[in-house]
Nanobody, 122 residues
Framework: QVHLVESGGGLVQAGDSLRLSCATS????????MGWFRQAPGKEREFVAA????????LYSDSAKGRFTISRDNAKNSIYLQMNSLKPEDTGVYYC???????????????WGQGTQVTVSS
């Protein structure tokens, strides 16, 4: 499996930007779809964005579309989530994850990081 470590979270104000990073190690990184999920307090974990193994395709949730951009650098075994125009409802723990198929379905993701907290104040 792939070992994942997120970073880049923090406390920001509404309208600000953040860039999350996820560093990977272990099995071959460039064979996996990589995704970002988030979990707000008291809510279920939800899909945010995913990127195919070669970076050629991406999926976004409706809330992320137009504001967030997922990218990957296979040479650095890393993925990123650029988040712009942040809103208080974007607050939560953000997780990166790896899947063997290109999907937004959480159940297909087989490796997970520990998460990084993002807090957006109004």
């Amino acid at each position: 499996q792939v070992h994942l470590v997120e970073s880049g979270g923090g406390l920001v104000q509404a309208g600000d930007s953040l860039r999350l990073s996820c560093a990977t190690s272990g099995r071959t990184f460039d064979g996996y779809t990589m995704g970002w999920f988030r979990q707000a307090p008291g809510k279920e974990r939800e899909f945010v964005a995913a990127i195919s193994f070669n970076g050629g395709s991406a999926l976004y949730s409706d809330s992320a579309k137009g504001r967030f951009t997922i990218s990957r650098d296979n040479a650095k075994n890393s993925i990123y989530l650029q988040m712009n125009s942040l809103k208080p409802e974007d607050t939560g723990v953000y997780y990166c994850a790896a899947a063997g198929r290109f999907t937004a379905n959480l159940e297909h993701y087989i490796s997970w990081g520990q998460g990084t907290q993002v807090t957006v104040s109004s």
